[in-house]
């Protein structure tokens, strides 16, 4: 049996979230820890998240969860949208409010498909879709890839994402470095993580997935100081910052 850390995290902004992602991330290549982990996680205000690739620019503009926290002036009116924050990995933007986030962190001795991105997808998808099962939320798999309409993760189906009839309710996005890998990805449904026995029955749904699909066996376990003291140095020197967050 495979061994891999647990963490649900407290509501956190954008930058907290993605700083946290990369911390854990860029420690584990470090320490060459041989332990995967996965960490749950919601959002404190509403932001956007961008792919690594994609341009800051086309997102100056309103969104339906618009947010008073980033406005600019536009003639004598106001437009408004959400605050915009670049992810490590790739894929299309998010807008991010109420969802269940996700990252995964794992390397080649515990991942055989650390190359093999659409594997990772439909194996860790597997276990998402089994553990909202076991919470009585039932999905089914995208069976094919459609057409990207335009640059948001919600509006555009990938093969082994899931839908509720037809309604895409969970995407996945990646960054690989030697033999670790980042795989992020949103579930957009009415799972809450605030109140201590809803968080503890996603922990257990989570659990028994990972043990049944994967023969992975999860422990519930903190970040280490080494990993929020990255996460610190992260939200200061890169992701608060226009020359990461409007990098393209």
């Not at 620019?57 to 947010?67: E, G, I, Q």
């Not at 980033?70 to 790739?90: A, D, F, S």
Request: aromatic fraction near 12%.
């Amino acid at each position: 049996m495979k061994t891999c850390r647990l963490i649900i995290s407290k509501p956190m902004t954008g930058p907290e979230n993605m700083a946290l992602d990369e911390a854990i991330f860029l420690a584990s290549e470090k320490t060459q820890n041989p332990a995967s982990t996965f960490r749950l996680y919601t959002w404190k205000d509403p932001c956007t998240t961008i792919g690594y690739f994609q341009k800051y620019n086309d997102f100056l503009t309103p969104h339906v969860l618009s947010s008073p926290l980033n406005r600019e002036e536009e003639g004598e009116g106001k437009k408004t949208h959400l605050p915009i924050v670049r992810r490590l990995t790739g894929g299309l933007a998010v807008n991010h409010k109420n969802d269940l986030s996700y990252a995964f962190i794992t390397n080649k001795k515990q991942w055989p498909w650390l190359y093999n991105q659409e594997k990772s997808y439909y194996s860790i998808h597997s276990v998402i879709k089994e553990a909202l099962k076991n919470l009585d939320i039932e999905t089914d798999f995208f069976s094919a890839s459609g057409k990207s309409r335009n640059n948001l993760c919600a509006e555009t189906a990938f093969k082994y994402d899931l839908n509720i009839d037809g309604k895409k309710i969970l995407g996945s996005c990646q960054r690989k470095r030697k033999n670790y890998l980042l795989q992020q990805g949103s579930i957009y449904t009415d799972i809450i993580l605030t109140q201590q026995d809803k968080a503890r029955a996603v922990a257990d749904s989570f659990k028994e997935a990972f043990k049944k699909l994967l023969k992975f066996e999860l422990e519930i376990l903190n970040p280490t100081r080494e990993e929020v003291s990255f996460q610190q140095e992260l939200i200061n020197s890169k992701y608060m910052l226009p020359g990461w967050n409007q990098k393209f």
